[in-house]
């Protein structure tokens, strides 16, 4: 199951944490308080919260060429980045430990750009020869199982608990095979969608040619796989049909699907990953792609299969490649479709591939210094405190029966906090990093991770894992677990001291934004599918669940209103579960704050309120802007709403904002009583 994230990317973050309780040292002394400084006074609140909380901080701090959006994450990652240089750079002079020693290697060969310029293509000879090698169907499924481990070839395999039985491992298949970024690219019209299809054809062959191969045969060789990626996409399912876990939850045996989609021996695939002594049974997301999938080996010409794997192996090396193949790629994939103006040098690229690659191992070196046990604890009180408050607003639901209320308060009870890093470390002794291209290394370890998922596999599930790393800005529920996942990077406020910070800015910005959100996510359109045990099991009166999906459509109603970039609309059905996520957040962190004596003192930090800070405090974890092109992107791909609409969308909703800011009908963030949302 996938996990429900707190933004649409992982910001890895560290420096200073937030606290709980409000220290000697108040806000806005020492130091600008970023809740006063980053607003633009020039604004209503009324009209727009976010670009009035924002819009001071927008103004002053433009989005640098490199990037596609600008925010608070990314001031959180510029503090990470120096730090991990100076780890990197410390550990090439002088190696220590075999930790140290993989770190230096990953590192160096990610830097010698001379050495990257000089192989140009060498080091994906292997797999661009293995791929001239094949002869027939057979070969090229044995082959695309093999490559699929580091590329998008195909299909998407994967390990993780069994929706139905938390207490298993299972292997899953879902729909995949796609150079663009999801169905959508190769049907919609609008104008920013057609122009980025387009130019998608002479991308592919200008990559075709980086392997050799002539400029009219890749031309040629681009228009076929095109239309195979778009026989693809066509039985490929939209954003918000993934968000079903039933209908994506297709167990079948083996023999099964090689019924379904039978030109391709599924066996012996997942023979080629280690996985098949474990798959007797697997759980298909989308039966209707693998039909398609097998017709297409059959009916496409075993040329345009082949050239499509090049393209598939070119497409998922370029970045640990020349500048010249890793530019080509950017210009497609950072330029187009994203709008950043520039690559991002060539430091930081290799550490976001570290990171990637064993970043639990950076993060053992970070909690020592950065996120005590002290601290550690801070956050876990915070988490009760926001548990209470959801326990009380079920208790109190007018709407829901008291049978459903009592699994509810019973599957609330049993969610698992993890706060700031784990308790047990993976062992990364094993990733053969080493001495060899960049490109190796990174495959490498992306085969060590393939070999520790196949492990999992007719063993216990481990519930103490993270799949995060504890310097991330980000978290996650997961349903499987039940549990709410708190890396230490996500209570960071970038230059400030925990000391620093008053309650009404922490209730509001690790309360809410992360806390209330995460946990609101074990009740939200998907997770609320799950039970306390994390299985996908009906849990709810059939009345009980007809009420809450009457009050979910409000919101799919409420946000597929609002207009994000060109004519391109939020999709409501889509992000429901992110929307009910941060509705929820907000209430439970405002519940949590009114008990704390800063709300009862009621005495103003910086010219503000406590309950003016509090609502300040959330939108501080939105701070951000971004390019209408990853706007655009976004709105097709990504279930969370923009930055901008997850602080006006539910603010919306909220009737303590109304009194705070004093609201009235005719502001433009007005809703009429009975048009706000209420679930929980």
Same mark, same amino acid.
């Given at each position: ?529 799950? !039970?306390?045990? #994390?299985? +996908?099991?009906? =849990? ?5 669940? $007809?009420? /809450?999906? %009457? ?30 996520? !941060?509705?929820? #957040?907000? +209430?439970?962190? =405002? ?5 704390? $004596?800063? /709300?009862? %003192? ?79």
């Amino acid at each position: 199951m996938k996990k429900y994230l707190l933004a649409g990317l992982s910001f890895p973050a560290m420096a200073f944490f937030l606290a709980c309780n409000q220290g000697d040292k108040k806000a806005g002394e020492g130091t600008p308080d970023p809740l006063a400084a980053h607003r633009d006074t020039t604004v209503d609140p009324r009209q727009d919260f976010f670009d009035y909380a924002n819009g001071g901080w927008i103004k002053a701090n433009p989005i640098p060429a490199e990037y596609s959006s600008w925010g608070i994450g990314n001031l959180v990652k510029e503090e990470l980045y120096n730090r991990l240089r100076t780890i990197n750079e410390k550990a090439a002079e002088n190696p220590g430990d075999a930790i140290s020693k993989k770190i230096a290697a990953f590192w160096q060969s990610g830097m010698d750009s001379a050495k990257l310029n000089a192989d140009g293509i060498k080091p994906i000879m292997p797999q661009l020869q293995a791929i001239d090698a094949v002869t027939n169907v057979q070969e090229l499924a044995a082959l695309s199982s093999k490559l699929s481990v580091f590329t998008g070839v195909m299909c998407g395999v994967y390990i993780g608990q069994d929706a139905k039985n938390s207490e298993a491992m299972a292997v899953s298949f879902w729909q995949g095979g796609l150079g663009l970024p999801n169905r959508d690219y190769y049907f919609n019209t609008d104008e920013r969608t057609a122009k980025i299809r387009a130019a998608y054809p002479g991308h592919i062959s200008k990559m075709l040619q980086f392997t050799g191969m002539p400029a009219a045969q890749a031309d040629a060789a681009a228009t076929d796989i095109v239309a195979l990626e778009t026989l693809l996409a066509k039985s490929s399912r939209k954003l918000e049909a993934l968000r079903d876990p039933n209908a994506n939850y297709n167990k079948m045996p083996i023999a099964q699907l090689n019924k379904i989609a039978g030109n391709i021996d599924w066996k012996g695939f997942l023979e080629q990953q280690g996985i098949s002594k474990f798959a007797d049974t697997v759980i298909v997301g989308q039966p209707e792609f693998y039909t398609t999938l097998s017709n297409a080996i059959k009916s496409q010409k075993l040329d345009t299969w082949k050239n499509y794997l090049r393209w598939q192996v070119i497409n998922a090396a370029a970045p640990y490649l020349s500048d010249s193949i890793s530019g080509a790629d950017f210009a497609f994939y950072g330029k187009l479709l994203r709008g950043q103006e520039k690559q991002q040098v060539r430091w930081k690229r290799v550490l976001d591939a570290e990171e990637g690659a064993m970043g639990e191992a950076l993060g053992q070196l970070f909690v020592k210094e950065y996120f005590n046990a002290t601290a550690k604890k801070r956050y876990e009180n915070l988490v009760e405190d926001i548990r209470g408050a959801l326990k009380t607003r079920i208790e109190q639901l007018t709407w829901m029966s008291d049978s459903t209320k009592q699994k509810a308060l019973y599957k609330l009870s049993k969610i698992t906090k993890k706060v700031g890093y784990p308790d047990k470390w993976k062992d990364f002794s094993a990733m053969d990093i080493k001495a060899q291209s960049y490109f190796e290394n990174n495959l490498r370890a992306m085969e060590w991770w393939h070999k520790y998922q196949v492990a999992k596999l007719g063993k216990p599930v481990d519930r103490t894992e993270w799949d995060m790393t504890p310097q991330t800005y980000n978290a996650y529920y997961n349903p499987s677990n039940n549990e709410i996942v708190l890396p230490a990077g996500i209570f960071t406020v970038p230059g400030k001291r925990d000391e620093e910070l008053d309650d009404a800015l922490v209730y509001g910005y690790a309360g809410a934004s992360t806390i209330g959100h995460e946990i609101t996510h074990g009740f939200d359109d998907e997770g609320r599918q799950f !039970d306390a045990d #994390g299985n +996908l099991k009906s =849990w709810w009166s059939k009345e009980d669940e $007809e009420k /809450f999906n %009457k009050r979910a459509a409000v919101m799919v109603q409420q946000f597929n209103e609002y207009v994000v970039v060109d004519s391109l609309r939020i999709n409501g059905k889509a992000t429901l579960g992110e929307n009910i996520a !941060d509705l929820g #957040g907000i +209430l439970l962190g =405002w519940d949590a704050f009114r008990k704390t $004596e800063q /709300f009862k %003192k009621n005495e103003k930090i910086a010219g503000l309120s406590p309950s003016e800070r509090y609502f300040l405090g959330y939108s501080l974890g939105w701070l951000s802007h971004t390019k209408k092109e990853e706007l655009a992107r976004r709105v097709l791909t990504d279930v969370h709403s923009p930055a901008k609409f997850r602080v006006n969308g539910p603010f919306s909703d909220v009737d303590a904002f109304y009194d705070v800011y004093g609201l009235k009908p005719g502001d433009k963030m007005y809703r009429p009583d009975s048009l706000r949302v209420r679930i929980w």
